[in-house]
């Protein structure tokens, strides 16, 4: 399964709105989750299953999506959101991520 | 907390093998499955490897499949991955990640491995 990300990259200016789509190379129903890497750290997981957050992230990151089409949304970006964002589907093994989006602060 | 801890990285030549081990605590290890997850220099992710929580049942990536094996010592809190017959294209960052609910929730940090003559 590929999962194919748009865009590559954005520059964003803070508390702008940020969208990022997931389109996956066939239907993955709920399987589908959102990383966050920032530079020299290992990624960490924002939205579970589409659209199920953690607690410990801000409520800024949102999810939503289905069948083939995804997408994270980060609602007034802060200047510590600057860092590269992956889609992962678990539907099907190897799980496949997305190209990443990196996401830079103007 | 979950910890988990990389090592076994190096720079060996092609054709070369190693032998990565990662480190768990803060967790009761036996009972998640484990994973190893790559990330080649600049590049994304590549999900390898994974080992149910007994042992039992492992996959590999296409990639990887006849050259890498993923092993487990839930008595040592261990996960080992086995890299032979390695080339340039095995290059990159190694994460050690535990499966929960179905996805990876906790990464390591990584271990650097550098195929180079």
């Known amino acids: 399964i590929v999962l194919t990300q748009s865009p590559d990259f954005q520059s964003v200016t803070p508390k702008e709105k940020v969208t990022i789509t997931c389109r996956a190379s066939q239907r993955i129903g709920t399987s589908l989750h959102w990383y966050q890497q920032k530079p020299h750290q290992s990624p960490k997981v924002l939205i579970k299953?589409?659209?199920q957050s953690f607690s410990w992230v801000p409520s800024r990151f949102s999810g939503s999506g289905s069948g083939t089409n995804f997408t994270l949304t980060i609602n007034s970006l802060e200047a510590e959101d600057a860092a590269t964002y992956y889609c992962l589907q678990s539907s099907s093994f190897p799980g496949t991520f997305g190209q990443g989006t990196k996401v830079e602060i103007k | 907390q979950v910890q988990l801890v990389e090592s076994g990285g190096g720079l060996v030549k092609p054709g070369g093998s190693l032998r990565l081990s990662c480190a768990a605590s803060?967790?009761?290890?036996?009972?998640?499955?484990m994973n190893w997850i790559r990330q080649a220099p600049g590049k994304g992710l590549e999900w390898i490897s994974y080992?149910?929580?007994?042992?039992?049942?492992?996959r590999y990536a296409d990639s990887v499949k006849g050259r890498f094996t993923i092993s487990r010592d839930n008595t040592k809190n261990s996960l080992y991955l086995q890299m032979n017959d390695l080339t340039v294209e095995d290059t990159a960052l190694y994460y050690c990640?535990?499966?929960?609910?179905?996805?990876?929730?906790?990464w390591g940090q990584g271990t650097l491995v550098t195929v180079s003559s």
């Open positions: 803060g967790f009761t290890f036996s009972e998640f499955y």
């Open positions: 299953y589409v659209s």
């Open positions: 080992i149910t929580s007994s042992g039992t049942t492992i």
């Open positions: 990640a535990r499966t929960s609910s179905g996805f990876p929730d906790s």
